[in-house]
């Protein structure tokens, strides 16, 4: 496994790329500070990992979103339905949001991390190499 750290000052984080990092407990154990999780991720990307994620995150209490498959469904609708389902949750702001997933996964769940009560911890695990090449250049950028 190989780690980039992306060094922000007291936002640094680090960035880890290698083989099967969704059954490394230990990096989920190290980067979710509370028992609350919530799991973002798509129809088709659920079929073949949300079980691997969750048995991963076997301690936590997990909430699943599961958004339509597409680009057609980067809308603020489906950020709403993301937000009903953080609030009847509860979420707090020591929530942790992980989207699994590709570009629309990726971006739907950052922006309601970035948003719900001013900002949660966000944890993303890219299963796309574009989304996984966006990632690694926008942390290069900053």
């Given amino acids: 496994m190989a780690v980039l ?3 922000l ?3 640094s984080y680090p960035i880890y790329v290698g083989p099967d ?26 079929a073949l990992y949300l079980d691997y994620l969750l ?6 209490n997990i909430t699943c979103h599961i958004l339509p498959d597409g680009e057609e ?21 020591e929530t942790t949001l ?3 997933g590709g570009g629309v996964v990726g971006d739907i769940a950052g922006f309601a991390a970035a948003c719900y009560q001013r900002g ?9 190499l ?6 690694l250049l926008a942390a290069r950028q900053q």
Avoid at 55 to 60: M, T, W
Avoid at 73 to 93: N, Q
């Fill in 98 to 100: 992980i989207a699994l």
């Fill in 120 to 128: 949660i911890r966000f944890i993303q695990i890219p299963t796309t």
């Fill in 55 to 60: 048995i991963s995150l076997g301690g936590f």
């Fill in 21 to 46: 990092l969704i059954s490394q407990e230990d990096l989920y154990r190290r980067h979710v500070p509370a028992e609350e999780v919530v799991v973002v991720t798509d129809e088709t990307v659920a």
């Fill in 73 to 93: 469904h980067k809308t603020l609708e489906t950020l709403g339905t993301l937000f009903d389902t953080m609030i009847a949750a509860p979420c707090s702001r």
């Fill in 130 to 135: 574009l989304a996984r090449s966006i990632r």
């Fill in 5 to 7: 750290n992306v060094d």
């Fill in 9 to 11: 000052g007291s936002r």
